[in-house]
């Protein structure tokens, strides 16, 4: 399994109101992501030291569906709807940061 992790800032501090605005859109979200090959499951994680930094966690059955997601714009639309919803912080504070990694279990 792939894991990719988007983080990103929002204008938005207040967590309460972040979390409503995200729960307005996360329907739409995981409908689009539910469509796409290799999808299995999304996750929002809050920054608990950096008020309006969040994390989207998006995994998937092997690398390749993660970057056809990336790559075919899935990923664009799914940012788009997320802006709307949580706007982006401005500079410097506003960048968009993803990192793919590869999932490993260890057997014991």
């Avoid at 309006?52 to 714009?73: H, M, N, P």
Wanted: glycine share 4%; with cysteine; net charge neutral.
């Amino acid at each position: 399994m792939v894991v990719s992790i988007l983080r990103r800032k929002s204008r938005l501090t207040d967590r309460a109101r972040s979390q409503s605005q995200l729960d307005s859109v996360l329907p739409k979200i995981t409908g689009i992501l539910q469509k796409s090959p290799g999808f299995v499951s999304v996750q929002y994680a809050w920054d608990v030291n950096d008020e309006g930094a969040f994390a989207q966690i998006t995994s998937w059955r092997t690398e390749d569906d993660c970057k056809r997601y990336v790559r075919e714009g899935t990923a664009a639309t799914i940012a788009t709807i997320e802006e709307a919803a949580l706007p982006t912080a401005p500079h410097p504070d506003g960048r968009w940061v993803r990192q793919t990694y590869e999932v490993v279990t260890s057997e014991q």
